[in-house]
């Protein structure tokens, strides 16, 4: 006799495997719905699979690993291009309202040794990564300050624990899936797997949503630390530049690029700054090009 294919429930009553299902269901969607705390800067609550303690720890022993797999950290010390995407990390954090988020000690900002994937990220707690080869399409630090903040924007947003709470419920529900639909001949299994596959797409880029919160953040940011936010927009351009003709950038994967996305930050500059972009913020440094540091290592 096959687990919960017992008895009277053979004919089309709930089956035990039914029941067991619709429990685990309900304890995922419960589990989601408690697990709730209000975002110390934004004052929003948010379903979040993990605290801010655990957020810090996973970012750090996650830091190393990654980047290995992506060339390995640029020593600051010893290249000036490394140098400057700390310098100007820092610069924001210090200088905008990030340096009242709970995350203002843990941040750290890391030039990933990888001359191929156009890439930025930041893992739960504040540890933030560029690649060489992004950096090296970049004009100046106001531009690189499009990048780090809006990846700082995520970090405070906590982006990364709202999309491990919505993984954990997908986990959870795809579990109820197998079980409910398994039986003798192990299709079962295979509903599971397909559930946790769907699963795993769902998670795999931000939200619409959660782009355009880190794209607000980025731009107050960099303002408030004094640079031209008119830079965030050719960091889309040359993002979406880089796109065409081959291989999409890595950032795009995870960074969906949507037309709609540069339209709303010139929105957003448009209505903060009717009158023009004040001649008071500067695009800072020459990252690439004539006026670039030339004692950077090959």
């Given at each position: 006799?096959?687990?919960?294919?017992?008895?009277?429930?053979?004919?089309?009553?709930?089956?035990?495997?039914?029941?067991?299902?619709?429990?685990?269901?309900?304890?995922?969607?419960?589990?989601?719905?408690?697990?709730?705390?209000?975002?110390?800067?934004?004052?929003?609550?948010?379903?979040?699979?993990?605290?801010?303690?655990?957020?810090?720890?996973?970012?750090?022993?996650?830091?190393?690993?990654?980047?290995?797999?992506?060339?390995?950290?640029?020593?600051?010390?010893?290249?000036?291009?490394?140098?400057?995407?700390?310098?100007?990390?820092?610069?924001?954090?210090?200088?905008?309202?990030?340096?009242?988020?709970?995350?203002?000690?843990?941040?750290?900002?890391?030039?990933?040794?990888?001359?191929?994937?156009?890439?930025?990220?930041?893992?739960?707690?504040?540890?933030?990564?560029?690649?060489?080869?992004?950096?090296?399409?970049?004009?100046?630090?106001?531009?690189?300050?499009?990048?780090?903040?809006?990846?700082?924007?995520?970090?405070?947003?906590?982006?990364s624990a709202q999309q491990m709470a919505k993984g954990?419920?997908?986990?959870?529900?795809?579990?109820?899936?197998?079980?409910?639909?398994?039986?003798?001949?192990?299709?079962?299994?295979?509903?599971?797997?397909?559930?946790?596959?769907?699963?795993?797409?769902?998670?795999?880029?931000?939200?619409?949503?959660?782009?355009?919160?880190?794209?607000?953040?980025?731009?107050?940011?960099?303002?408030?630390?004094?640079?031209?936010?008119?830079?965030?927009l050719d960091v889309m351009r040359i993002l979406k530049?880089?796109?065409?003709?081959?291989?999409?950038?890595?950032?795009?994967?995870?960074?969906?690029?949507?037309?709609?996305?540069?339209?709303?930050?010139?929105?957003?500059?448009?209505?903060?700054?009717?009158?023009?972009?004040?001649?008071?913020?500067?695009?800072?440094?020459?990252?690439?090009?004539?006026?670039?540091?030339?004692?950077?290592?090959?």
């Amino acid at each position: 006799m096959s687990y919960g294919d017992a008895g009277p429930s053979q004919g089309g009553g709930l089956k035990l495997r039914h029941i067991v299902a619709l429990v685990i269901a309900l304890i995922a969607i419960a589990m989601y719905a408690l697990r709730t705390e209000v975002n110390p800067v934004t004052g929003e609550r948010q379903h979040v699979g993990m605290s801010i303690d655990q957020e810090k720890a996973l970012g750090l022993e996650a830091a190393p690993q990654m980047a290995r797999q992506m060339g390995g950290a640029i020593d600051p010390e010893s290249d000036p291009r490394a140098r400057l995407v700390s310098e100007v990390g820092r610069k924001i954090v210090e200088q905008s309202d990030a340096k009242n988020s709970p995350y203002v000690g843990n941040f750290h900002f890391c030039l990933l040794d990888d001359p191929e994937t156009i890439n930025a990220f930041a893992l739960p707690g504040g540890q933030v990564f560029i690649t060489r080869a992004l950096f090296d399409k970049l004009d100046d630090e106001a531009e690189l300050a499009g990048v780090l903040g809006h990846e700082i924007g995520h970090v405070i947003a906590r982006h990364s624990a709202q999309q491990m709470a919505k993984g954990q419920l997908g986990q959870m529900l795809a579990l109820a899936v197998g079980v409910g639909a398994s039986d003798e001949r192990g299709r079962g299994r295979s509903a599971q797997m397909a559930a946790i596959m769907a699963n795993q797409m769902l998670q795999l880029h931000y939200s619409r949503s959660d782009e355009s919160q880190a794209d607000g953040f980025g731009l107050r940011y960099m303002a408030e630390a004094g640079y031209d936010p008119s830079a965030m927009l050719d960091v889309m351009r040359i993002l979406k530049e880089s796109s065409k003709g081959g291989r999409q950038p890595e950032f795009l994967a995870t960074h969906p690029l949507p037309e709609t996305r540069l339209r709303e930050i010139k929105e957003v500059l448009d209505t903060t700054y009717p009158d023009g972009i004040p001649a008071s913020f500067t695009r800072g440094r020459t990252v690439n090009g004539p006026g670039a540091d030339r004692d950077r290592p090959e």
